[in-house]
């Protein structure tokens, strides 16, 4: 197993920055690694959402499955990912200050098989991806040419974007 953590400040309200994270069909927006994200559970986000995801590793499509497994809005989020040959587990923390939201990652990451055998490395690149994936999110945000309000919203209004994506089909 190895750890991964690390922190950046994002120029937006903590409330803002935690719906955009908390939906993981937003991660495609911020993270050119990842292909697409699905809900696949009914109902708002919340302890038990779950999302199918497809990423790009080494140049070809994985698959994954992202649970939110803790959810304290706007202060904290816990998940649980799988992946065919590792699995994740780990929380995000949004706290409010001055320049917006400081936003601290930790992730528990657990390779299987020969795979273990590469933690090290595993650790080094996975550090350095998690660090481009937020400050992705923190450009997208502050930029202005999205508007991240919306992730908010959504999650009062119950529009359609709180069913599953499945539901919606």
């Known amino acids: 197993m190895t750890h ?15 719906d955009f994270v908390a939906d993981e069909r937003n991660e495609p927006r911020y993270n ?5 994200a699905q809900k696949t559970s009914p109902g708002p986000i919340g302890p ?11 140049g070809k499509p994985v698959a994954m499955t992202v649970e939110t497994t803790g959810y304290d809005r706007p202060r904290r989020l816990e998940s649980s990912t799988k992946v ?3 699995d ?5 923390t949004f706290d409010p200050v001055p320049q917006g ?26 550090r350095r991806q998690e660090q481009a994936v937020w400050a992705g999110l923190k450009d997208l945000l502050e930029s202005g040419t999205d508007d991240g309000e919306a992730a908010a919203q959504r999650r009062y209004e119950g529009d359609e974007s709180d069913k599953s994506d499945e539901e919606n089909m």
């Not at 400081?102 to 690149?125: E, N, Q, Y």
């Open 4 to 18: 991964i953590k690390g922190e950046i400040t994002i120029e937006r309200p903590v409330e803002v920055v935690f």
């Open 88 to 92: 994740i587990r780990g929380a995000v």
């Open 32 to 36: 050119p690694r990842m292909l697409q």
């Open 101 to 126: 939201t400081a936003m601290r990652w930790s992730w528990d990451v657990r390779p299987h098989g020969l795979l273990k055998l590469m933690t090290p490395v595993i650790a080094r690149i996975g």
């Open 84 to 86: 065919p040959r590792m």
């Open 48 to 58: 038990g959402t779950t999302f199918e995801a497809r990423a790009v590793s080494r």
